[in-house]
Every structure is written in C-alpha cells, then in structure tokens.
C-alpha cells in the first residue's frame, strides 16, 4: 500500500484527542448549600481509585473516524494490482520499421540503420512477439509476426541479418505516416490472430531512420492511437551536412531558334550546409560535367534557373550538380517536352490586328505552353472547312453568320466531340445558333444595360470556373460589360446557364449536343463591348474551353518515381525500355514500373517516346524533422533507451505521474471516507443512548 500525499497521515495523531476527553472526569455540575455544615472545616473528599476510561466502544468508534479521515486524505493506492483484478496481460510486441527511402542513401546513414537494427534485436526480450518491415512510399516484411513466432531467436537474428544486408535504400519518397499507420494495422492484426484484444497492451514502434523535414506524415494528425502504444524513434547519423538538391520544374516558354521547351530546375542548397559555391552542368556517361558553370548558393537558400545551353556535341539528357557530400540527389533526367497539338479555327472575316474584333484577343490570348501547341486559324464564313487541315481541331469559335453548308458541317463535329463557342456581339448570330442549338424556340435580343452589367451568379462546380472556386481568384466584380444579348429558350432541359448578370439573365450558357458541348458567350470581348478579355480571367477561361471534355492520355515528358503513365493514347501492347536496360511489354492503359530515374523509351509508331523519372523533391529536404513536431502531431513518442541515464528530477517526475495514474484509477479514498461516515453514525447513535440512560438513572 502507499500514497500519493502522506503527509496527511500526520492527521492520525489527532486520535489523542479523543482519549484525553474521556479521561477527564467532570466535577458535578449543582452545588446545594446546606446549613446544617456550614460551620464545619471543609475536608476534601479521599479519592479511593484512579481515573479510569468509561464508554470503551464509544472511544474506539471516535478514534476509527479520525483514522479513516487521515487515511482518505492521503490517498492511498496499491503499487500493483491484483491478478484477479488486472485480467490478462498481453505479451510485449516490437515492430521496427527500417527507412529504405532515396534521402538514406547519404553517406553513412545505411551502415548507422543497420548498426542500429542490430542493438534493437538484441535488447527485445526472447519471449516478446517482434517484425522488421522496411518502408519509403509502402511497407515490405523482412521478418513478420507470424515467422518470428515460428523461429528460434538464434534463426530469428541470422535471417534478419542476411535479409537487411541484401536490402539498400531504394529511390521512393518517405512517407511515415502511412508507416506508422500500417504499423499500427499489423499489430493489431497479431493481437486478434493470439485472441489477445482485451488484454493489457504493451506495444512498441521502433523506427530507425534519417528523419528528414521533407518526409510526408498524411493521416497521423488526429489519428487515434491505441492505449499501451508507444512509438521511439532511432535517429541514424550521417556523415556531412552540405546537401544540394536538383530537381525538375515545367517549362513554359520556346527557344526561337528550336522549337524545344527549355527545361528549368530547382536547386536548393541544406540550411547546414557548409559549402557555397557549386558546380553545374550537363553530365557524361562516367559522371563528369560538360558545359560547367559555377553556382553560388547560400545555406538554406533556393533558385529556379534554366539548364545551361547543350553544345552540338552535347548527347546527353542529364544535369548534375557537384560540389556536396551527398550525391543521392545531383542528377535529374530531362526529355524534351511535348505538349498537346491543338487547332482553333474562328469563323469570321475580322482580322488579327483590328481590335474591334474577337480574334485580335484570341490570337494573343494562347501562346505555346509546356501543355499546349495552339494554332488559331481564321476561316472564312462562306466556305467548308477543309477535311485534311482538322486532324487536330479543337476548338471552334464562331463570330460570324455562316453559310447553310458551313452550319451543318459544325453542328455535325460538334456532335463529334468539337467545342463550339458562339460569340453573341452582333444580333444577326441568333439564326446560326438557333440551329446549332436545334432548338427553334431560342431567341436573341438586346439586353437591359442602364451603366454596365456584371457578373453576379457563377457556377463555380462546373469545369469552365473550377480553377476561380479559390476565394483567391472568385472576384469577377471587376469585369464590366457594356453590351450583351438576353437569351432565352422554352426548354430548360436543352440548356443551361453556367454565368449569369446580375440582373438575373443568362451570361454564359452550355447546350449538349451529342458528344460535345455548344457554348454561347452572350457578349463580346471587345474593348468597346466589354473588359472581359482585358481580365486574369480571360486566358484561363480559354484554355479551359480547350480541354473541356479531352481525357488525358497523353504521356508527359516528366513523371517522379512510382507516378503513372498513363498509355492510353498508344496502339497497344507496347514495349518500354529502362534505364537499366530492360524491356517491358505491356497492353495495360497505365504504366506502374517507373521505380528509379532515367529515361524511358516507349516504343510506338510512328516514332518512339521518351519520358523523364527523376526522385520526389521532397526527399532533398534533408533538415532534421526534430521529434517535437511528431509530439505535436500527437505521435505517442518514448525516450530512445540508448540515449542515455535518465536524471533524477525526471524519474521522480515520472514516478509521481504514474502514483496519480494508479492513484486516480483505484480511488480507494471513497471507501475510506464512506466507512467514517457510517461509522460517525454508528457513534451518534451510540451516544445518544449512553446520554439517555445516564438521565434515567435514580440519583
């Protein structure tokens, strides 16, 4: 038995109090004079016995409380529990999650792992239940539960050994959340398989890795941990502080005298890093720089840059960066971007340099982007469009009646799967959309504009708006338009009004025409008409129209590890060559293999394609995380044992917690306090009895 404050304990001295009360003997209380003797000597009365102690149980009842006082108010508890009362106690389970990931192939960190793996082995206790798994982007056994429960513990430790030393970190990022949740999983997995769920849990995470700042820690916030639970990090050293990492960015622009994205980079130099000055450059087959330049990058620092210009002699499709301890990270692949042909006639007769017109905006509104090749090609409104030139039209914007034969032909590929977009700035339109459309009931006229309008309902779900949803970017109010048409249509299932003036009438309205979509914008763009294509808003709108309905097939130039490539735009099966040197054949859509960087060639017709796999940039961030922010997150963390003695002030801290703990679970104080209840009762009563009879009694 003990106690979480036992000073009170002192209490129990006040029990003299009540038997010094019942060794006094009271004189009596009325003196009656008498005349008879009152001229007599007064003669005290001979005692002839001593003070004795009357009302015995009476004394015992009054003592009793103030012991279960004393001892309710120190707060006892038992340091350890009954086995009747503590069920069934579940072995202890250890599961060591050893970090395979890119960023632990720094010099030193592996050799440190499995140093470390080692310690941890020979401190389990033989009769616990263990698994070893790795983990970077997913978790793979080395050992599980149910192997190390099969084995000896000599076996057990020879397998491990031989199967962590034919492991090596591979290029997939960290991703320690899903970690410790899968980890969580698996131990709860053993206990249901040894029907152990009820009993008291001693469970133990041990993770062995670089802790690096740039590892993803998705679902652990919030999560709730099991009781009995407990997670220690083993931290493993590396040898150097300087890291630079290399990484890759989309670009945006074209060369003019090569029609060739230029590829641009990150390069971020490590805030411990004790190196400045870098050298950069396009890579050989044995690693040497060609083309070097020198790159001044301070601690902690970072900056976008384009690639050095590649000579004519320069082959080669890797950038390396030298001049840090850790190389893992130096060298990113680059293939030539492909962007996305795309064809967008304009039906109408206006032209590209008259600003009254819509195709002066359209023509400077899509540029060559690291997605698109846009060509925007102005046709005539009486003629048929061409069969040979439409392999890769996209778009059609009409701002011009068109001719019978024209509007049939339009209508028949915007049923195909063509956006059409009719541009409402001059009335006489309303014929060619009333039959694009196919609804005769549709009629145009001029819209009430006393000043300007604006834009005052939005669909924000619908694909043309979804990138203005952000509150950032959701403000049209700046948008003015001076003219617009009010359209209107009996059938409200023929279309349906994606914008809307602030009036109420119809700003932007998409009808369904087969496999493709029929907009009509009920302004103009132009200056005198309106400031919409003079907004941020008009360009992404734009491209948007471009898109609506592609499905994705493309393969990009650029992936990191382990992203799908998405094949479903080649003739299948296909073979794809890595970077080692393999061949894959495959006839699924998408592509799972990229595991490690380079460059991969798919093999198609006409021509080959090749794309870029380069490591996550996340695990060049190679600061250390700091066990304060898992605390944070609410990871249920444990001192690492190997650390050190543990001081005095800490344990005795300790100590009183788990007292409260234990204390604040047994709460034996309640009984103590019931029983002087019952007992000040008992005594009540008692007394008053004894009261009662003394009263009677004959003098």
């Known amino acids: 038995m003990s106690f979480l404050y036992p000073i009170f304990l002192v209490g129990s001295l006040f029990v003299v109090v009540p038997i010094i009360y019942h060794m006094v003997r009271r004189s009596p209380r009325d003196r009656v004079p008498f005349s008879a003797v009152q001229f007599l000597d007064p003669s005290p009365p001979r005692l002839t016995r001593k003070s004795r102690l009357e009302h015995l149980w009476l004394l015992l009842l009054r003592?009793?409380?103030?012991?279960?006082?004393?001892?309710?108010?120190?707060?006892?508890?038992?340091?350890?529990?009954?086995?009747?009362?503590?069920?069934?106690?579940?072995?202890?389970?250890?599961?060591?999650?050893?970090?395979?990931?890119?960023?632990?192939?720094?010099?030193?960190?592996?050799?440190?792992?499995l140093e470390t793996l080692d310690e941890l082995l020979e401190r389990i206790d033989p009769a616990a239940l263990g698994a070893v798994y790795t983990f970077d982007s997913r978790l793979s056994p080395l050992v599980t539960f149910e192997q190390w429960q099969n084995q000896t513990p000599a076996e057990r430790l020879g397998q491990l050994r031989g199967r962590a030393a034919q492991r090596e970190p591979e290029h997939r990022l960290t991703h320690l959340g899903n970690a410790l949740l899968k980890a969580v999983e698996l131990l709860e997995e053993s206990s249901r398989l040894d029907d152990s769920e009820n009993a008291d849990q001693d469970w133990r995470i041990q993770v062995i890795s670089d802790l690096q700042a740039g590892m993803l820690l998705?679902?652990?916030?919030?999560?709730?941990?099991?009781?009995?639970?407990?997670?220690?990090?083993?931290?493993?050293?590396?040898?150097?502080?300087?890291?630079?990492?290399?990484?890759?960015?989309?670009?945006?622009?074209?060369?003019?005298?090569?029609?060739?994205?230029l590829p641009r980079v990150r390069v971020k130099n490590s805030p411990a890093s004790q190196a400045e000055t870098f050298q950069f450059g396009w890579a050989g087959e044995a690693g040497a720089i060609s083309d070097e330049e020198m790159l001044y990058l301070p601690p902690g620092k970072g900056r976008i840059m384009d690639a050095p210009a590649r000579s004519e002699t320069t082959t080669n499709d890797r950038l390396r960066v030298t001049g840090d301890d850790h190389d893992f990270d130096n060298e990113v692949w680059l293939a030539p971007l492909r962007a996305r042909e795309s064809l967008v006639v304009y039906i109408g007769s206006d032209s590209e340099a008259d600003p009254d017109g819509p195709l002066f905006y359209l023509t400077r509104a899509f540029q060559q982007t690291s997605r698109h090749a846009v060509r925007v090609q102005a046709h005539p409104s009486d003629r048929l469009l061409p069969p040979a030139e439409l392999e890769h039209l996209r778009l059609i914007v009409v701002g011009?009646?068109?001719?019978a034969e024209l509007t049939e032909q339009v209508g028949q590929l915007n049923a195909s799967g063509t956006v059409v977009l009719v541009v409402l700035h001059r009335q006489d339109l309303e014929p060619v959309l009333r039959s694009l459309a196919a609804d005769e009931s549709l009629t145009v006229s001029p819209g009430d504009v006393q000043r300007f309008a604006l834009l005052g309902e939005i669909d924000f779900q619908h694909p043309l708006f979804v990138s203005f949803a952000d509150p950032r970017y959701s403000d049209f109010s700046k948008i003015r338009f001076w003219r617009y048409e009010r359209?209107?249509?009996?059938?409200?299932?023929?279309?349906?009004?994606?914008?809307?003036?602030d009036n109420g009438d119809p700003a932007f309205v998409q009808f369904n025409r087969g496999s493709g979509a029929l907009f009509v914008a009920a302004f103009g763009w132009q200056r005198r008409l309106s400031s919409f294509a003079l907004s941020t808003k008009f360009v992404p709108w734009l491209y948007h129209l471009l898109d609506f309905g592609v499905v994705e097939g493309v393969v990009r130039s650029h992936y990191l590890i382990e992203q799908p490539v998405d094949l479903s735009s080649l003739a299948k099966p296909v073979s794809i060559r890595t970077p080692a040197g393999d061949l894959v054949a495959t006839e699924a859509d998408v592509f799972y293999g990229a595991t490690r960087p380079g460059i991969y060639e798919i093999s198609s017709e006409p021509d080959p394609v090749r794309f870029a796999v380069n490591l996550h940039p996340a695990e060049s961030d190679t600061a250390p995380l700091g066990e304060e922010t898992l605390t944070g997150l609410g990871v249920p963390t444990e001192a690492d044992r190997t650390a050190g003695p543990v001081s005095e002030t800490a344990r005795e801290f300790q100590r009183k917690l788990?007292?409260?703990?234990?204390?604040?679970?047994?709460?034996?104080?309640?009984?103590?306090?019931?029983?002087?209840?019952?007992?000040?009762?008992?005594?009540?009563?008692?007394?008053?009895?004894?009261?009662?009879?003394?009263?009677?009694?004959?003098?």
């Open 400 to 403: 011009e009646a068109m001719g």
């Open 218 to 261: 998705d679902g652990i916030q919030g999560f709730e941990w099991p009781k009995g639970c407990s997670v220690t990090f083993h931290e493993v050293a590396v040898e150097g502080d300087t890291n630079v990492g290399l990484n890759v960015l989309p670009a945006s622009q074209v060369t003019a005298d090569r029609q060739e994205p």
């Open 487 to 501: 359209l209107a249509w009996d059938n409200p299932e023929s279309g349906k009004a994606v914008a809307r003036f």
């Open 658 to 699: 788990e007292a409260a703990e234990k204390e604040s679970s047994q709460k034996y104080w309640r009984w103590a306090v019931l029983a002087a209840l019952i007992i000040a009762t008992l005594e009540t009563g008692c007394s008053g009895l004894i009261t009662r009879r003394l009263r009677q009694a004959p003098a």
């Open 63 to 113: 003592c009793l409380i103030l012991l279960l006082l004393a001892f309710a108010f120190a707060r006892p508890y038992l340091d350890r529990v009954l086995e009747a009362d503590r069920g069934e106690v579940d072995r202890q389970r250890h599961l060591i999650l050893l970090d395979t990931s890119a960023s632990m192939q720094r010099t030193g960190a592996w050799a440190t792992a």
